[in-house]
């Protein structure tokens, strides 16, 4: 109940550009295909990797490290090119079985750290819910201050996704 209490307009804008960028185009066509098909257009665009290089060299940079600050899109899209072949069946099982051993590897290291309990999530989301305050309190540009209060609970997603296991 107190967290409505600190509910503002700021957080009501946020909450709804979130949900409107999450509809996706084919859910809009499919709500308008049987009322006006003519307005529907399903062509979706040729596939291309374009975004997902230029991603992927943004990551590779802010890494950094020899390997990665002078990273180019084109040697990106070379070693793209070079894995495009198709797998045989036991190459794709070797590469599950492997991927989800990693995985359980994984696991077992992140759920390890047992100094985690609800106190401590609390005082985290207690404390970004403060930074998101100062920062709306603070930041003359309104602009810049929802994009950097909205990025705040994406980046929180994982500890909020621990945070429902250790409750339940």
């Known amino acids: 109940m107190e967290c409505w209490k600190s509910f503002n307009i700021a957080n009501c804008i946020t909450y709804i550009k979130q949900a409107r960028d999450a509809i996706k185009p084919e859910?809009?066509?499919?709500?308008?295909?049987?009322?006006?098909?003519?307005?529907?257009?399903?062509?979706?665009?040729?596939?291309?990797?374009?975004?997902?290089?230029?991603?992927?060299?943004?990551?590779?940079?802010?890494?950094?490290?020899?390997?990665?600050?002078?990273?180019?899109?084109?040697?990106?899209e070379e070693l793209i090119e070079n894995h495009r072949e198709t797998l045989t069946n036991k190459e794709l099982e070797e590469l599950i079985k492997s991927s989800?051993?990693?995985?359980?590897?994984?696991?077992?290291?992140?759920?390890?750290?047992?100094?985690?309990?609800l106190h401590k999530f609390a005082e985290v989301f207690q404390a970004a819910k403060h930074?998101?305050?100062?920062?709306?309190?603070?930041d003359p540009s309104v602009e810049r201050s929802l994009k950097i209060t909205r990025s705040i609970p994406d980046n929180l997603r994982w500890y909020q996704e621990m945070f429902e296991q250790l409750k339940r």
């Open 27 to 76: 859910t809009v066509n499919a709500c308008w295909r049987n009322l006006w098909k003519e307005c529907v257009n399903d062509f979706k665009g040729f596939p291309t990797i374009d975004k997902e290089v230029k991603r992927i060299v943004q990551v590779a940079r802010q890494v950094g490290g020899d390997r990665f600050i002078y990273i180019l899109e084109e040697e990106i």
């Open 100 to 117: 989800t051993e990693d995985e359980d590897d994984d696991d077992d290291q992140e759920e390890k750290p047992a100094s985690w309990n």
């Open 131 to 138: 930074l998101n305050d100062l920062i709306s309190e603070y």
